[in-house]
């Protein structure tokens, strides 16, 4: 997977990670690691663009709660407890959407993803740079 960050300025400054390949068993450590990097130089509000995935796993899904954790401050599950990890997703899905994490133009194989495991009500999804960044 081949991830870039760029920033943009809104209300707030608004840290983009852009995505390019398949977001899964393999990659998710990637895109945890790159969020902590941003996270530690002092990110607060981060938009995960998604235009260039093509398939997000279980293991996606994973490392996009883990950095939501992160922007909110909790403890972030361990991604190699597998099935507890997956589990700390169900107890987080009620909390509504994510103040400091959101999703830009997600493919539709990624939107079925999501709306399969419940989660499109946890992440806000744009289409448009602008109004993305305006929304944090």
Request: no cysteine; hydrophobic share 45%.
């Amino acid at each position: 997977m081949n991830i870039s960050v760029s920033q943009e300025m809104g209300r707030v400054p608004v840290t983009v990670i852009h995505l390019d390949g398949q977001l899964d068993g393999q990659t998710y450590p990637e895109l945890i690691g790159r969020a902590r990097e941003v996270f530690e130089a002092g990110a607060r509000d981060i938009l995960l663009d998604l235009e260039k995935v093509s398939y997000i796993s279980s293991a996606g899904l994973v490392a996009l709660h883990t950095v939501a954790l992160l922007l909110r401050g909790e403890s972030l599950p361990d991604p190699e407890q597998g099935w507890a990890a997956l589990k700390s997703m169900d107890r987080s899905r009620d909390g509504g959407p994510q103040q400091h994490l959101k999703l830009l133009n997600l493919r539709s194989e990624v939107v079925s993803v999501l709306d399969m495991v419940g989660f499109t009500g946890f992440f806000e999804a744009f289409t448009d740079l602008k109004k993305a960044v305006q929304a944090f």
